[in-house]
């Protein structure tokens, strides 16, 4: 980390590509089931998979899989920043699926406790 990053803007620009994805996918950020659900798919995909949709022509599957590996930059910008004493957050989409993705990752670090948490 070079420590001149701004958290802030990074946060809205990812937000803002949330957005967009989430009309793609008609997405409906205050609905919590939807927001678990898509969460847990996210959580359930490798890497491999993500890329894989990434390049999938079908807009939607495109879609869902630039809206996962956004969720994976979002989690890196909010630990990133929280190292250095600043609380990241963006919008709305970020919230919403931000919540379910810490939510979901909460109830599996629970579930399996002799697991250390991810760095």
Same mark, same amino acid.
């Given at each position: 980390?070079?420590g001149?990053?701004?958290?802030?803007?990074?946060?809205t620009?990812l937000? &803002?590509?949330? !957005?967009? &994805?989430g009309? !793609?996918?008609?997405?409906?950020?205050?609905?919590?089931?939807?927001?678990?659900?898509?969460? &847990?798919?996210?959580?359930?995909?490798?890497?491999?998979?993500?890329? @894989?949709? !990434?390049?999938?022509?079908?807009? &939607?599957l495109?879609?869902k899989?630039?809206?996962?590996?956004?969720? !994976?930059l979002m989690?890196? =910008?909010?630990?990133?920043? @929280?190292?250095?004493?600043?609380?990241?957050?963006?919008?709305? @989409?970020w919230?919403?699926?931000?919540? @379910?993705?810490?939510q979901?990752?909460?109830?599996?670090?629970?579930?399996?406790?002799?697991?250390?948490?991810? =760095?």
């Amino acid at each position: 980390m070079s420590g001149f990053e701004n958290y802030q803007r990074d946060a809205t620009a990812l937000d &803002r590509e949330m !957005v967009v &994805r989430g009309l !793609v996918l008609g997405l409906d950020w205050d609905d919590e089931a939807q927001m678990m659900a898509l969460a &847990r798919e996210a959580l359930s995909c490798t890497p491999k998979h993500i890329e @894989a949709l !990434v390049r999938d022509p079908n807009p &939607r599957l495109k879609a869902k899989g630039e809206l996962f590996a956004l969720g !994976v930059l979002m989690l890196k =910008t909010m630990a990133e920043s @929280a190292t250095i004493g600043i609380h990241s957050h963006g919008g709305h @989409a970020w919230k919403a699926f931000g919540h @379910a993705l810490l939510q979901l990752s909460d109830i599996a670090r629970a579930e399996t406790p002799d697991t250390p948490p991810a =760095t």
